[in-house]
């Protein structure tokens, strides 16, 4: 059963540093795509960023220069670091696992959730 | 910037069909955009529903259909019931690594 659980959130200052994890289970996160999305209090769900099973790493603008995903093969777990918070980063981050291509077909879906880790950003 | 646009709310009665739909702020949705579909109830992770236009996830009922309309791409509840009362995310693949999640609908059954 492929499970994915996200730990690290917390409160954290304007300016300051954050690291998400992302442990996964059922399935192997090197060999998937992944991402993180994001969702803050009373608003819509944002994607935030992905990893590529090949390295390849991409984000969306508003995180650009400030985050970065990452993963470690041997805790089989998927990393946010997130550098220079700002108020507007407070949300609950969600990670999950991307349905690429396979088979001669793409997906490109967001095929499995974790349940999300609340990051606050305030003074 | 591209903007993936969604209705804000929605209401259908139960029993009704109702149709969501995806659109972008500057051009038409094919299936070359993948589009996805996600239910969210409070408090709770998003559940996919559908994705690559027209294909259900596993465990989701044959109630629930998406496709192309027009210049967008849509969800469509036939015989809606109370438990489908929640909100509805569209995604699209913009191609370079980057997605964009349209604004959410939510959905009321009254």
């Known amino acids: 059963e492929v499970q994915l659980v996200e730990s690290g959130g917390g409160l954290v200052q304007p300016g300051g540093s954050l690291r998400l994890s992302c442990a996964a289970s059922?399935?192997?996160?090197?060999?998937?795509?992944m991402s993180w999305v994001r969702q803050a209090p009373g608003k819509g769900l944002e994607w935030v960023s992905v990893?590529?099973?090949?390295?390849?790493?991409y984000y969306a603008d508003s995180v650009k220069g400030r985050f970065t995903i990452s993963r470690d093969k041997s805790k089989n777990t998927l990393y946010l670091q997130m550098n220079s918070l700002r108020a507007e980063d407070t949300a609950v981050y969600y990670c999950a696992r991307v349905s690429d291509c396979g088979g001669g077909r793409c997906y490109l879906n967001f095929d499995s959730w974790g349940q999300g880790t609340l990051v606050t950003v305030s003074s | 910037q591209t903007v993936v646009t969604q209705e804000p709310s929605f209401s259908v009665s139960p029993g009704g069909t109702v149709t969501l739909t995806c659109g972008l702020s500057?051009?038409?949705?094919?299936?070359?955009?993948?589009p996805s579909w996600y239910q969210q109830t409070p408090g709770q992770a998003p559940r996919t529903l559908m994705y690559?236009?027209?294909t259900r996830s596993s465990g989701v009922p044959d109630r629930f259909s998406g496709s192309i309309l027009g210049n967008k791409a849509a969800l469509t509840i036939t015989g809606a019931q109370a438990d489908d009362e929640c909100d509805y995310y569209c995604?699209?693949?913009?191609?370079?690594?980057?997605?964009?999640f349209g604004g959410g609908t939510k959905l009321t059954v009254l």
């Open positions: 690559s236009t027209n």
């Open positions: 990893v590529h099973s090949g390295g390849n790493t």
């Open positions: 059922g399935f192997t996160v090197s060999s998937n795509y």
């Open positions: 500057s051009g038409s949705v094919s299936t070359s955009y993948y």
């Open positions: 995604v699209l693949y913009m191609g370079s690594g980057i997605w964009v």
